[in-house]
């Protein structure tokens, strides 16, 4: 459906991950990990009080101010990129990419040096470095840690950038 919008692509701080599933199906999904994208999104609204599905919610969700969500950080805003709803995006982006189905045109990739990740527990480097295989730990401690100096969670928080962002 994107083809022929557009000519060009900046695509900053990742995306098209797979296996990354917050909400990301707009319907109920059997097996997700999680509410789907609609539930998600009723979920939002009903932290102001709007449990209306039609058009009385959505007037009352775009009366929602930037300063409601501001004052209020126990509201959860984040989605976690694109919404597999079978027609924009009709399947996970990594596997459209891998069977070519995707408008090719120039792509600039960009990431923010202190990007978010969602780190996976660890006890040392050494078991945050195992995401890479066992035999990549000696690349993975060049890589993220080359003078040993890093905390086990600055470590952890970098590997999940690196996988989550870039």
Not at 81 to 106: A, H, W
């Amino acid at each position: 459906m994107a083809a022929n919008l557009f000519n060009k692509v900046i695509n900053q701080s990742g995306n098209g991950r797979v296996n990354q599933a917050y909400g990301r199906y707009r319907k109920t999904t059997a097996g997700a990990p999680l509410p789907s994208a609609e539930e998600q999104g009723a979920a939002f609204a009903q932290q102001f009080g709007i449990t209306d599905q039609g058009a009385t919610g959505l007037a009352a969700l775009r009366a929602v101010t930037a300063r409601q969500l501001i004052d209020n950080p126990a509201i959860a805003t984040f989605a976690g990129g694109s919404i597999i709803d079978g027609k924009l995006v009709p399947d996970e982006p990594e596997n459209i990419y891998d069977r070519g189905q995707f408008t090719k045109v120039p792509i600039m990739l960009g990431t923010n040096s202190a990007d978010l990740g969602f780190a996976k527990p660890a006890a040392t480097k050494d078991e945050a470095y195992a995401v890479f295989g066992a035999g990549n730990l000696a690349a993975a401690r060049a890589a993220f840690d080359p003078d040993d100096t890093a905390t086990v969670n600055q470590v952890r928080s970098q590997i999940a950038a690196v996988i989550t962002m870039h």
